[in-house]
């Protein structure tokens, strides 16, 4: 009964936000997108975000007081990052007379994230896509990461949560994709072994980055199509919900995101990324440990998309198993150079003895 109450609930807030009227004369449009964890209501030149009342092992919005400090941390988070993105925290009450209204008095049933909405023809994945992208471009949003990195505080008493992730996360990445309902296990087990493989021989290399100053909290899901291409760059969407997702490896980072951008047909763009990052933070792993991070990456994504398929009801179900394979591609041919390197070590040339 409760749940179905919280249903009902979710979906009249979710009709009143639909409606141009909730937003005053000036709006005569609104977008409603539903994700994972949210439904996002784009209007005009706002949007507006609101957090599904949901919990699973890796965040809590359950309660109207943990959605209202999530908020918060968005805000505040993402400013670092965008802050001419996004505007305030908006609280979504209930009047008198039982009528919903953005801000105003009554009882407050929720909150909401208030942004200013940014033209979808300058998203990164979008200038991909059209092939309207310039190397100043990238190297803007390079050099905007790579100062961001550089003034990140080091986490070295709290670095092992990186090294717990990546562990713990491989675990499941490997409990998921070979669950034999996906049909998956012979596509997806050569690239997990490798994975495991190099996770725990490079952990060492991992641990001394750790107590070397070079993890930080980041952004924690930088992707492109949460980089605009405006001046100066916003970039959206920081993962504000688990602060030990946040705390990484810039270069782990900066790499995803440049991986991300190879399978939208744009490989040149990774090594621009990295070049930045190598001139305001010198440090830099070597290929094993940057091959490590893209396919544990990229198994992260196969997984995260396939995880879909279990949820009731599923949407889009045609799409996530076909994502997955792509992502589990990717991790070998992420994985296939360090392979190539070791074969070349172990193979004897002519005239050794």
């Known amino acids: 009964m409760a749940r179905q109450r919280q249903i009902a609930n979710l979906a009249a807030k979710v009709r009143f936000l639909s409606d141009p009227a909730a937003y005053g004369s000036g709006t005569t449009h609104v977008e409603a997108r539903e994700t994972h964890m949210s439904w ?18 890796f965040l809590d919005f359950s309660t109207i007081r943990k959605r209202q400090f999530y908020c918060g941390e968005e805000l505040r988070l993402n400013a670092r990052l965008a802050a001419e993105t996004y505007r305030r925290v908006l ?15 009554g009882r407050v049933v929720d909150w909401l994230v208030e942004m200013k909405r940014l033209p979808q023809g300058d998203m990164l994945d979008e200038r991909i896509a059209c092939g309207r992208l310039a190397a100043a471009q990238i190297d803007d949003v390079a050099n905007t990461l790579a100062v961001f990195y550089a003034q990140r ?98 270069y782990d980072e900066i790499n995803y995101l440049g991986m991300e951008c190879e399978m939208l047909g744009a490989p040149w763009i990774r090594p621009l990324l ?41 949407r889009h179900p045609e799409k996530w198993r076909p994502q997955a394979i792509r992502y589990i591609r990717q991790a070998e041919r992420e994985m296939f150079s360090v392979r190539s390197r070791s074969i070349r070590k172990s193979t004897p040339v002519c005239g050794d003895a």
């Open 40 to 57: 996002v209501f784009l209007t005009d030149e706002l949007v507006y975000k609101l957090k599904k009342p949901v919990r699973h092992a």
């Open 91 to 105: 609280s979504l009450r209930r009047d008198a007379s039982g009528r919903l209204t953005l801000g105003g008095s």
């Open 153 to 250: 505080q080091a986490e070295i008493d709290g670095g092992g949560a990186y090294l717990r992730h990546l562990t713990g996360e491989q675990r499941i990445n490997r409990a998921i994709l070979l669950r034999p309902e996906l049909a998956l296990a012979d596509i997806a087990s050569g690239a997990l072994d490798m994975v495991d493989g190099l996770l725990q021989r490079l952990k060492p290399r991992i641990e001394a980055r750790i107590l070397g100053g070079a993890i930080v909290e980041g952004h924690g899901d930088l992707r492109p199509e949460h980089v605009c291409l405006c001046q100066p760059p916003q970039i959206i969407d920081c993962l504000e919900f688990n602060r030990s997702m946040r705390v990484i490896d810039p």
């Open 274 to 314: 990295v070049k930045a990052l190598q001139s305001r933070l010198p440090d830099s792993p070597d290929a094993e440990l940057l091959a490590l991070y893209g396919g544990f990456r990229a198994l992260l994504k196969a997984r995260l998309g396939v995880a879909h398929l279990f949820e009731t009801p599923i």
